[in-house]
Each structure stands twice: as C-alpha cells, then as structure tokens.
C-alpha cells in the first residue's frame, strides 16, 4: 500500500513538472526595452518594421536541399529576426515544417515551435511573429503550438480595434502572433493572413523585378509585407546576394514607403545574415544604426557564403560580416 502511495506521489510530481516546464514564463514586472529598444515600446505592433525570414525552417545548418537560410530559427531569433514564415504539410498523417513536400526536407512542426518557445522563455520583453503557410488543419497547427507550450503567450486581436503597444504586449505576456493563409479565423489567436496584410508579389527572378513591382493598394489592411527575395528558379545566397544589400534594399523600402504611406511591417528576406536586413529594419523603426540593445547586445552575425561553382552541383564557403559589400 505504501509503495502505491509512493508511485502516485511521484506520478503527480512528474506530472506538475511536466506542466510547469510547458508553462511560459510570467510577464516582467517592467519593461525598458522592448523588442531590444527603449524606443519601440510606445509604438503599437502595426507601427513597427519586424526582421522576416523567408521558409525560415529551410536552412543549410539542417541539411535543407536549395535552403532560404544558413541558420536555424533559434540562431535566427537570437541574431535579431522577429518574425518567421513557416510553410506546414502532412506526411503520413503527422505535421512537418516542409516546402513544397514534406518528402524531400522536413522537421517536426512541434520542434521548430519549440525552439520559438526557448528563445521566448529567455527574452520575455520580446514580440514574436509566426506567419503560416498552411496546407493543413488549424486543429493540427494548435495541437503542435500546445504541444511546444506556447498556447498560454497568444495575442488575439479584437477585429476593428487598434493594437496594443509593444509594451502593452509584454506586460500582458500576450508576446506570439499568429497569421496563417489557411482556416484563418479558426481559433481567436489564428488570425487569417489576408485580412489583415497587404503583400508584395513574391515571385521575382531578378532585380529589376523588385523595383518595377507596384505596391498594394493602401487599403483597410493594418499590416503590410515586402517580399524582398528573388527565385530563379530556386533560391540560393548568390541571388540573396544581388538584393540584400545597399542601397539597392534602402532604395526599394523607402520606394514602397513613399508610395503607399504605410510601415512594411514584414521585411522578408532569404540568406538573412547576408547584407543590410537589420539596417534597414532599424532605420524604418526610427532607431540609430547600429542599434545599441539594452540588456541584448547584438551579436557579430557572421556570415557564410556558399559560391556555386559553373556547373552548379558542389559548393565552396567564405566569411565575412554582413554589411561588407559584395565582391563585383
């Protein structure tokens, strides 16, 4: 009987650990600097410029075939970028971040939330975005979020009412948004993508695509993105390489800016660490460059570069920084 007594006691115990280890953290008491500056904390979420990676799960640290990124998210989060765009598909009835098809690349949905829920839990003055490409149900999306522990942080915006403060946010520990472009509406925190943000095209081959594209109407839409990448026919870091950096990048963001009078909230890039992304982001927020963050200094993102070689089937790589100009 008192071996009983002891296995339910220890049940229970691994049970609430179990628990408490899925909970996220409590708000801080205060905040002085929000999402790494002091100056965003009174602005609302649509009024900030958030760093966006492009199939951010597609990474050549996880052996991705033809990645959109050298590193995976959690060195994502932890070099500056605050917003991920996750492409999800079923194999075999479980949920993977993939591109195109699970068969050829994929990651358990549950283990790349995990890694957002890891970073959060070490930076609670941090605001988070997660922007789904969904080609499955918005039950299975929720199933993978609890999972992960991440179910207790979600903001739900209440349709017609302006957004809260990035401080607001925090302090209300209401720090992960979602959209998603499928079953969007599903749950109060599953907000569709289309209502609420405007997009540039995201099928440019070159350059000159970027500039000739014609921004969105200025609608009722409280969010834009910028597709700011190139595919020809599929991406890589030599292409990133042609568009990432100034002042071709600055020249089109404050083109958009001019022509449609609204913040690109969604800067979407390829190959972050290649080039000017936070440079850019910064100065729209109105924050000097570079940024010093209070309590997070920004790391010395280096960056990798893989050169295909003529034939296009083995690849070498150097360093060097990301603001240093490409070779000609």
Request: aromatic share 8%; net charge negative.
């Amino acid at each position: 009987m008192v071996g009983r007594r002891i296995v339910l006691c220890v049940a229970v115990v691994l049970a609430l650990a179990g628990r408490a280890a899925l909970a996220q953290p409590r708000p801080p008491l205060e905040c002085t600097a929000c999402n790494g500056s002091a100056l965003l904390c009174d602005k609302r979420y649509n009024e900030v410029a958030y760093a966006t990676t492009h199939h951010s799960m597609s990474c050549r640290d996880e052996h991705w075939f033809a990645p959109n990124q050298n590193y995976d998210i959690a060195r994502q989060l932890a070099d500056g970028v605050r917003a991920l765009m996750l492409e999800v598909h079923y194999l075999f009835g479980k949920t993977y971040l993939a591109r195109g098809s699970a068969l050829v690349g994929r990651k358990p949905l549950a283990d790349g939330l995990a890694e957002v829920r890891a970073f959060m839990e070490t930076h609670p003055c941090e605001i988070v975005t997660l922007i789904f490409e969904s080609h499955v149900r918005a039950a299975d999306i929720a199933a993978a979020m609890r999972t992960a522990g991440l179910m207790e942080g979600l903001y739900a915006h209440a349709s017609g009412q302006p957004f809260p403060t990035l401080k607001e946010m925090v302090l209300t520990n209401r720090r992960l948004v979602i959209f998603a472009d499928d079953e969007g509406g599903a749950y109060p925190w599953y907000h569709a993508l289309g209502d609420y943000c405007l997009q540039t095209p995201g099928n440019a081959k070159r350059p000159t695509d970027l500039t000739q594209q014609r921004a969105p109407g200025a609608d009722g839409h409280p969010l834009c993105m910028v597709n700011h990448y190139l595919n020809s026919p599929i991406t890589s870091a030599r292409l990133a390489l042609q568009v990432n950096y100034n002042p071709f990048f600055e020249q089109r963001i404050e083109s958009f800016i001019q022509e449609t009078r609204r913040v690109p909230n969604f800067v979407v890039v390829d190959y972050y660490e290649l080039g000017a992304l936070f440079e850019v982001v910064d100065t729209v927020n109105g924050l000097p460059w570079p940024q010093r963050r209070q309590g997070q200094p920004r790391p010395e993102v280096k960056a990798t570069i893989f050169v295909e070689d003529p034939v296009g089937n083995e690849e070498t790589s150097t360093s060097r920084t990301p603001l240093d100009p490409p070779n000609p």
